[in-house]
């Protein structure tokens, strides 16, 4: 072992190293669940627990066209799920999505945040890239701006009386912790659940790191740990854990761990 680690290190940067370190590449990503695919990457078997605790309301921010949000009706039957879309054509193929599910399913045209008023957004070809952030360097996608509204979901809940949130779900291209912030008092007096919220390579423009999200939601009473495909995998924070590669992470209120032990 030692002479193999010898010899790697002086030939450094040779053909075979570097088949070898994109091979590695590779692989970790796999292990990490880089996997964007709901029904594959825990996303889906995340729902199929929330549905043992009976959840009465889902809050899916970033709803897109839909597909998260038809999962949540057939998963989660007793659910209203309140989607947040806030780019109008996209929200107006939502609405189109949900057909039949539609007495089970909210659509707001607007985005969650941290304020309540209107504020730029980058519009991609591809609508599920659509940010309040530019991509730059992650995407070539030519873009146009359009104002959108924003609402703090704090505001939202009082606005039409919801007691609890079984799950509030996040993907919204960078802006979590800004929806988070918007749902502060809720998390404060532990009115949320469970969340998930996306973490990846936007949080290199965002400058919000997941040591931010730990720091954000432990002194709140949640847990916070990556979901995988069959698992949440808890652990106290570690810089290592910094590795950008997403897609999903998930804080449990401490009191509701339990769930995550229930039978599928």
């Not at 091979?23 to 990503?29: E, I, L, Q």
């Not at 057909?99 to 399913?105: D, L, P, T």
């Not at 607007?110 to 504020?119: E, F, P, R, T, Y």
């Given at each position: 072992?030692?002479?193999l680690?010898?010899?790697?290190?002086r030939?450094?940067?040779?053909?075979v190293?570097?088949?070898?370190?994109?091979?590695?590449?590779?692989?970790?990503?796999?292990?990490?669940?880089?996997?964007?695919?709901?029904?594959?990457?825990?996303?889906?078997?995340?729902?199929k627990?929330?549905?043992?605790?009976?959840?009465?309301?889902?809050?899916?921010?970033?709803?897109?066209?839909?597909?998260?949000?038809?999962?949540?009706?057939?998963?989660?039957?007793?659910?209203?799920?309140?989607?947040?879309?806030?780019?109008?054509?996209?929200?107006?193929l939502?609405?189109?999505?949900i057909?039949?599910?539609?007495?089970?399913?909210i659509?707001?045209?607007?985005?969650?945040?941290?304020?309540?008023?209107?504020?730029?957004?980058?519009?991609?070809?591809?609508?599920?890239?659509?940010?309040?952030?530019?991509?730059?360097?992650?995407t070539?996608?030519?873009?146009?701006?359009?104002?959108?509204?924003?609402i703090?979901?704090?505001?939202?809940?009082?606005?039409?009386?919801?007691?609890?949130?079984?799950?509030?779900?996040?993907?919204?291209?960078?802006?979590?912790?800004k929806?988070?912030?918007?749902?502060?008092?809720?998390?404060?007096?532990?009115?949320?659940?469970?969340?998930?919220?996306?973490?990846?390579?936007?949080?290199?423009?965002?400058?919000?790191?997941?040591?931010?999200?730990?720091?954000?939601?432990?002194?709140?009473?949640?847990?916070?740990?990556?979901?995988?495909?069959?698992?949440?995998?808890?652990?106290?924070?570690?810089?290592?854990?910094?590795?950008?590669?997403?897609?999903?992470?998930?804080?449990?209120?401490?009191?509701?761990?339990?769930?995550?032990?229930?039978?599928?």
């Open positions: 072992m030692k002479i680690k010898r010899w790697f290190k030939n450094s940067h040779n053909p190293q570097k088949i070898l370190a994109g091979f590695g590449r590779s692989m970790n990503r796999w292990y990490e669940n880089r996997n964007h695919d709901i029904h594959s990457n825990g996303e889906v078997w995340l729902l627990k929330i549905a043992n605790l009976n959840p009465k309301v889902i809050i899916d921010g970033g709803a897109n066209v839909g597909e998260y949000a038809l999962e949540a009706t057939k998963i989660c039957t007793s659910a209203s799920v309140h989607c947040f879309e806030p780019v109008p054509d996209t929200s107006d939502l609405k189109k999505a057909g039949n599910y539609s007495s089970n399913v659509v707001i045209t607007k985005g969650l945040s941290d304020v309540n008023q209107q504020i730029p957004m980058n519009l991609f070809e591809y609508s599920v890239h659509s940010s309040l952030y530019s991509h730059n360097g992650i070539s996608e030519t873009k146009t701006i359009i104002d959108i509204e924003v703090k979901g704090d505001d939202y809940v009082h606005s039409i009386g919801i007691e609890k949130i079984d799950l509030l779900k996040l993907d919204i291209e960078g802006a979590e912790m929806a988070l912030k918007g749902f502060e008092n809720c998390l404060r007096e532990k009115r949320i659940r469970v969340v998930q919220f996306e973490y990846g390579y936007l949080n290199i423009l965002t400058k919000n790191l997941l040591m931010d999200y730990y720091d954000f939601f432990e002194p709140l009473g949640y847990r916070v740990g990556k979901l995988y495909p069959k698992k949440i995998e808890f652990k106290p924070y570690s810089n290592k854990l910094e590795d950008f590669i997403g897609p999903n992470y998930v804080a449990v209120l401490e009191t509701e761990i339990e769930f995550i032990r229930s039978v599928s």
